[in-house]
């Protein structure tokens, strides 16, 4: 006697179903939108809500505070000024400083504050290849830096 497949497709079915849920519920975790310090302030709260974004700017100069295993600072943008926290899992990135540009990822508090889970700090132009005119040759930008303090 030939068994039937209804087991069969039944348990297809709720493998399937787990593994789509899965993958979208992984794709709205990782989506976040870019915004600058200027769009945050200019948004309404009720837009926001809880949902996370990316917001970009500059390290406000004197603004980082560190705090255990976390840092406060404020980013700058066109005059606009957005305080963030840091307590994310991940150590912050050896270029952060007063005056980098950086990137931070979370949620945006209902005092204003915007609770970060990621930070990271875009690389300084000491990175960026330097096109040798003369030679017509891209050198690195190590090999080209006279500061010894980079």
């Known amino acids: ?78 005059g606009d000024l957005l305080a963030v926290q840091y307590r994310g899992k991940d150590p912050v990135p050896d270029t952060f400083r007063d005056g980098s540009q950086a990137v931070v990822e979370g949620t945006l508090r209902e005092d204003g504050t915007f609770h970060a889970m990621k930070i990271q700090a875009k690389c300084a132009s000491k990175y960026e290849a330097e096109y040798d005119y003369e030679n017509h040759s891209i050198e690195s930008a190590a090999a080209v830096t006279e500061d010894p303090t980079y």
Do not use: C, N
């Open 1 to 78: 006697m030939a068994r039937s497949p209804k087991p069969f497709i039944l348990g297809f079915t709720i493998i399937i179903g787990a593994l789509g849920y899965l993958a979208y519920a992984g794709y709205e975790e990782s989506k976040a939108y870019y915004h600058t310090v200027q769009e945050v302030k200019a948004m309404p709260r009720e837009e926001i809500g809880d949902r996370r974004f990316r917001v970009e700017g500059d390290v406000e100069e004197g603004s980082i505070e560190w705090v255990g295993e976390g840092v406060d600072f404020r980013l700058l943008d066109e």
